[in-house]
DNA sequence: CTGAAAGCGCTTACAG
DNA sequence: CTGAAAGCGCTTACAG
């Protein structure tokens, strides 16, 4: 069906022309009579002629491939988050002519990436998430490979696009200062994805702006199993706290769980409310107020932000994309 | 640090040697002295040295990619299955100097797969699921890209790895009968799903092995929504159905939350089981009986049989993997 | 055991 | 506007 073999020689050949005309019509760079152009197109229409992006790339030292460094460990490899920008990421990348390479890193091992850096693989990455001290990051910084990291950073170096997680966290916990909720619990995990340390700060903000903060609110990060979770719900209920705030929606899938364990009505004993509402929360009933982040554009806009950086256009340092708080039956309405 | 753009040329150079002769040192392919190799061997060691495998390639006609086409419909990105595969996928890969460069397709929408194909941007490629009717599988077929599909199929030209759905169902529903429990209902979700219907045999081949079919198994396919289990459970209720089998955890999570909303105590008033046991189900309450897939071997067995068709080997047509059935508290043992 | 040379399929100064 | 030629960094018959 496709003359899947043709090269470019074999067009000039066909046509009696050169190799550079074909190389022109194909590009679009370089002077050439419109007759010419028209008649290589036309050939190469009419046989379905597709380049060699591998001799290309050769010739111009790139290989339209993004590399994408996701996290290997066992726990956050379930998280859709990922899969969700990947979309995004693929959609755009795709849209440009270039592919997307993954890469899975874990903590102690980041060998993935190197040898796609080091085999000249890729011409640029997306970091999916941004650690406290992040190993992935380091070595794209000093390989001098170009990068954009999906989430937030100290280091002004590298250019990042996130969404405005602390002033969600701000709002959320605002809205529920509004309802007169006053003894609210955050919970969350890992301390030293930057992204929790964030959403802490946009929590404090907004007993900051109220001054409200008469030492009722507590936190308890670095949460990650259930029984941990158990735990702290258990002394929760005991100081009577009003609401807990969850970082992400596979915590709340647990605290819930807990509740139901222990007969606690939701909204009516405690108030719930989440980070991302994805399918783990999706369909849970109450129907749990939560933030909802649009993760696929978050890909989009990473991967735009490389692609242009691989075009050699200034990029800005650091892009804040929107959120939504929704209210939902998890926690009580006044009025 | 490293010495990025050293070539094979620039060795030959310095060691006063021909490119031959570093090329063959590096490849291990032809004859060449002791002494010379460990000269070139040395000399790379010391300077970092790493080939250019886009070159490589180019003069091989090969990519060292593989693709992976991974679903890009909405509601199935966010199944944790296809992360865990990549898992396996990606660690094969990388250990035999192989990429994985992914594709996300739609039910009308393979533009990512086709790209990768006419590019030459893959050597081979890996199908994460099967349907009825795959458009990517026969697009593969007709372009004669090696594949190996993770899934199942009736035509037997394609390259199955697959776990043993069938057997797993039907063991898994053997036992309930064991237990006593005679009326059952069978839930899954799309029917195009290769896998969908593998299970539904296995559920009736307990039956038949057992000769109880009394009409009062009942199946439901093509359930994709809350809305609709909310129904069928009800419709279930009426019927005095002990125990309701879902066919993934998605939907498990939608049963539980009806039956939750209707305070319907499980086991104590109706079982459940369910297929998979990802984190959208761990730590639920009760635990929940299902059967366990080891999905990162899966996608670690797919790869392994790719790379050895590609390697010229031949492979076997059909790979059954395991499964185990774990009975939980969500089901009732007897004794 | 080693090397000169052609080739993989493209791009791109340089001339005309 | 068009082309001959060199080059991207490797591999691989073919000779020696």
Redesign the interface.
Known sequence: ??DKNLTIGDIAQELGVSKTTVSRAISGKGRIGEQTRKKVLDYIEEHHY??????K??AQNK???LG?V?P?DYNV??L?F???C??GV??TA?AHGY??????VTADNI??LE??V????IDGAILTRTLADDAPMKYLI??DVPFVAMGSTDDDRVVQVDNDHRSACRELTDKLLAHGIRNIALIGSDETHIVTSNRLRGFEDAFMQRKEWDGSRQTFLNVSD?GRVDEIVERLLEKKTECIVCMDD?LC??VL??L??KQIAVPAQIQIASFYD???L????PSITSIRFDVEELGTKACETLLRMLDGEEVERRTLLGYEVRMRKSTREIG
């Open positions: 069906m496709d597709s380049p060699n992006v591998i001799a790339g050769l290989t339209f491939n994408m996701l290997g490899v379930e859709p990922f899969q969700k990947m979309l693929s959609r795709s592919d997307v390479l993954i890469s899975m060998s993935q040898r796609a080091t085999n000249r693989k000093e390989s259930g596979f899938g647990c769980n807990t139901q364990q994805s399918t783990v999706a369909n849970r009933i």
